[in-house]
């Protein structure tokens, strides 16, 4: 069993349509909760950074975490056909020195005009 | 505020051959890890490098080499390396002073590597 497993899509919605994206994991040393987005042939670029249970926004984005269900969600809102790309969700684990960034395996995300 | 260089962008080499990827962070920023992605595995973490130290490392062969330098730039290698090397190397960099955002990391555009 993967560390963290993500939806694997594909997924296809209208524009307009609110999107929902998620991760499940299996360790709860796991301190720090991201999601990336990835255009194609591009590297991924952050765009929610959590550490504590509950929902973070950010305009159209609202992360959640839910640490008691090793769940983590990304919502968009109003989605657009520029956010068509590939979420990966992230999770750090940190050991003494040591800081390992574990990736879900992505859901390529496609807004349809 | 510039972001992350990776050099050469693409990059074509033959079985058995070596290779040497840079990763430029952005400035300010002492740590540097890297990862491979392909379609097959995702994203795949193969080293972080810390004020020139080596502070974590995947699973990964011992091929599969970093070293960073004073300036926090650093350079992966890959020796002999095998059809299945193909991938795209991604290079982060976040500040990893203390704990918190400064754990946010940052990628690059990434080298795509194709091995014949």
């Known amino acids: 069993q993967k560390e963290v497993e993500q939806d694997p899509g594909p997924l296809s919605v209208p524009e307009g349509a609110i999107v929902s994206l998620n991760c499940t994991y299996s360790?709860?040393?796991?301190?720090?909760f991201m999601w990336y987005r990835q255009y194609s042939r591009k590297g991924p670029e952050l765009l929610m950074y959590?550490?504590?249970?509950g929902n973070k926004e950010d305009g159209r984005f609202t992360a959640q975490v839910d640490k008691s269900s090793k769940y983590i969600s990304l919502f968009i809102r109003d989605s657009q056909p520029s956010d068509s790309a590939t979420y990966l969700c992230a999770m750090i684990l940190l050991s003494g020195s040591a800081r390992q960034l574990t990736f879900g395996s992505g859901t390529q995300l496609t807004v349809l005009p | 505020k510039a972001g992350v260089t990776q050099t050469p962008r693409y990059l074509i080499k033959t079985r058995g051959q070596q290779v040497t990827l840079s990763c430029s962070p952005i400035?300010?920023?002492?740590?540097v890890s890297w990862y491979q992605q392909t379609p097959g595995q995702g994203l795949q973490f193969l080293f972080e490098y810390f004020s020139e130290t080596q502070r974590n490392k995947g699973n990964f062969p011992g091929r599969f080499s970093g070293r960073q330098f004073s300036n926090s730039r650093s350079e992966m290698n890959v020796s002999t390396l095998e059809l299945g090397d193909s991938a795209l190397y991604l290079c982060?960099?976040?500040?990893?002073?203390?704990?918190?955002?400064?754990?946010?990391?940052?990628f690059g555009p990434g080298t795509r590597l194709t091995v014949l």
């Open positions: 360790n709860s040393a796991f301190q720090y």
């Open positions: 400035s300010g920023h002492r740590s």
């Open positions: 982060a960099s976040s500040l990893r002073e203390t704990s918190g955002r400064d754990n946010e990391q940052f």
């Open positions: 959590t550490y504590s249970s």
